[in-house]
């Protein structure tokens, strides 16, 4: 994996939302880059926005923070959509579903069940 000297501006959304997730969890940088297969100097490199990654980088650590795969390129701050997508993830899985059942029925313009 190629180390930058400078931080790429996604590169660094990526490595803040990574440690973001691995905070919430209290998850250590070495806790995390044992359970998504890695050094922690690499995860330290890609929290820090100067690793690029790949695709299956990206697939191992969602998987070792139990988030989606999209959790990890989803930036609540950015807008209104990925607002809701983090606000969502938070709920519990129950809740989830309901929310899903709610939204389905706005964009069908169907009154939820």
């Known amino acids: 994996m190629p180390r930058r000297t400078e931080a790429k501006p996604l590169c660094l959304k ?7 997730l691995r905070q919430e969890r209290g998850m250590s940088l070495q ?7 890695m050094s922690k100097g690499q995860l ?12 299956e980088t990206i697939e191992r650590i969602a998987l070792a923070l139990g988030v989606p795969s999209l959790c990890i390129i989803t930036f609540p701050a950015d807008d ?10 938070k709920l519990p899985k129950g809740e989830r579903r309901k929310l899903r059942k709610e939204l389905e ?3 069908t313009h169907e009154p939820p069940t």
């Open 80 to 89: 209104e959509l990925n607002h809701i997508v983090e606000l969502a993830r």
């Open 105 to 107: 029925a706005l964009t």
């Open 44 to 55: 330290a490199s890609i929290e820090q926005g100067l690793a690029a990654i790949t695709i």
């Open 14 to 20: 990526v490595g803040n939302r990574v440690r973001e």
């Open 31 to 37: 806790d995390l880059a044992s359970a998504g297969a």
